[in-house]
Every structure is written in structure tokens, then in C-alpha cells.
């Protein structure tokens, strides 16, 4: 088997998110409809065998895996899944992506099982315009979250914002600010047209990386910064702060060309690009090998041709993909 994972553009496979349900407490507008229907429970990979995914990845080069959604807090067990995977030879990054409304009961626990950085999704500061993006959330449940994120020990702390015109763009600064004083860094995020959103048109909403950032000049010099995560955030800093801004553009600002990530979904799917349809069934070989990390491990390899060159959005509010972003966590 091979020691890295190189696609046919000569990219080097570094990072993999993994999402672990489908299912979420939150029904944000950017992600799902308002009345969805989950996954049946045995169509989603079991912790074993997530946990063979995990590792088969590391074993050929990935360095870094971040656990996604839905929302990962909401899967039983994440707790052990962490503990697994935290101690695997060569992995230098775990992190989860979480809407944060379970960090009270949980952030202690994640941070003795092994997990390392956090990212959290935070579209506004209102708690009325709080509940009309998410339906079903409370803001002061995910603020509760951040800090008891804090006091458990995370010191890898990022927020992550998707700017919707007319939404919330009139709170770009005041979610600097809000980073600014809770010494976290801050990414905004171009919203990506995956699954047909009824509660928006997307095309109206839009709101690109350089309209985000010519708002926070108004108030805040931005200095470019070669930092990263393995991410696609592009990082500025501020001259009078320790929080970064970042940036993530799948529009404005295409990343295909550097990319270094595929994805597995909840129900087992390698997914090459997010922007794209191409995927292998890794839950049929898993059940069909169980226990054997080569037969996983040669159908990675093998899919890697799938990964293509880059994705092509448009922001005219045409549906791209089918799939909701619950699927993959982003």
C-alpha cells in the first residue's frame, strides 16, 4: 500500500473530514430543509467502522481528520470514536466542526478522549435572527458551549459564519468584535449550493469573501498570513489581536488547485470533491471485508482517480448537488 495518497493531479491527500450522522438537533437554512428524513440507522457506519476508516487514512498519510455532521455531538458513542482515533501513529490533527449546543455536557469529556481543536458554527450574535437561521436553535446554549469549550481546555478555538445577504450581513463586525473578545479566531464562509433550500433563494443571498472583507477594513486592517490548518481558510491578522480572520471561498476565491481533502459521509460514501457527485461505496467493502483494512485501503486507492481538477459553482441560485450538507458536514 502506498505511504501517501496522491491524486491524478498530483495532490497529496492530507486531511479527510468524516462525518459521523446525518442527523442534527439544528435545522439551519443554508444546510437542510425544515422537514427532513434521516438515514435509516443501519445504513450509517458503525464507530468500528469508522474508526477502520480513520485509520486506514492515517496508515497511507493523512495527517489530519476532522469529525463532522450533521452534528457529531448527537452520535452515541463520539466520546470512544475520539479515544481511538486520537492515538494513532502519525496523526497530527483532531478536530470537530459542532453547532456547539452540546459543549456543556460534552467539551470536558472530547478533551480527555484526545480531541484537539474545535470549530464552531456561529451566523449571528441576535438570538431572535439566531432561531430563524437555525429553527430550532438557542443562541445562549451555543455561548455556554464556547466557554465551557474553553474551560474544559481547548486552546484551538474557531467560529465559523456563514454570511447570507440580508440575512446577517450587518453583523460581519460584530462577530469580529465577539471573536476578538473571546480570543478565538473567526471564518465566514461563502454559502455553497448543495440541496434545494426552500427558505431562500441563493442567488439573492449571496455574499462573497471580498464584500466580507471590505466591511471589516472599515474598521480593522487585515494582514495576510501564510498560516493554515490544512484548511481551506485563507487567514488575515489584526495588528491589536491574537484572533485570526479567515476566509473560505469556494466562489470567489477557488481552492480546487491546492486542495488536499476528500470526504466520507455518514452512510460510508468517499466522496472525492464536495462540489462534485463522484464517490465510492466504502461501507459495501467494509461490510463485505470485515476486519480487513487492505480490501479499505485498495478501494481508496483506487478511487483517487475520481477526485477531479475542481468543482464549478455558480452563484446564479441554481442547485449544483442534491445532497444537503448534512451529508458531509461542509
Known sequence: MPSELVDGFGRRVRYVRISVTDRCDFRCVYCMSEEMTFLPRAQILTLEELGMVARAFIEMGV??????????????????????????????????????AGLVKH????????????????????????????RTGNLEQVLDGLRAAREAGFEHIKLNAVILKGRNDDEVLD???????????????EEMPLGDVSDHSRAETFCSSDDVKAFIEKRH?????????????????MTDSDSRIGFISPHSHNFCASCNRVRVTAEGRLL?????????DLRAVL??????????KRAIVAALPLKPERHHFTTDGDVQIVRFMNMTGG
Open 272 to 280: 472525492l470533491c464536495l462540489g462534485n457527485e463522484h464517490s465510492v
Open 107 to 134: 467539551a470536558r469529556r472530547l478533551r480527555e478522549a484526545g480531541l484537539g481543536r474545535l470549530n464552531i458554527s456561529l451566523d449571528t450574535l441576535d438570538p431572535q435572527r439566531f432561531r430563524q437561521l437555525t
Open 287 to 296: 461490510r463485505q471485508y470485515p476486519g480487513d483494512i487492505d480490501a479499505l
Open 175 to 189: 462577530l469580529v468584535e465577539f471573536a476578538r473578545s473571546e480570543g478565538v479566531d473567526l471564518s465566514f464562509i
Open 221 to 237: 486592517e487585515l494582514i495576510p498570513t501564510a498560516e493554515s490548518t490544512l484548511g481551506p481558510s485563507r487567514y488575515y491578522r
Open 63 to 100: 495527517e489530519k481528520i476532522r469529525l463532522t455532521g450533521g452534528e457529531p455531538l448527537v452520535r452515541r458513542g463520539i466520546d470512544q470514536l475520539i479515544e481511538q482515533t486520537s492515538a494513532l501513529p502519525g496523526l497530527r490533527d483532531l478536530a470537530m466542526t459542532t453547532n456547539g
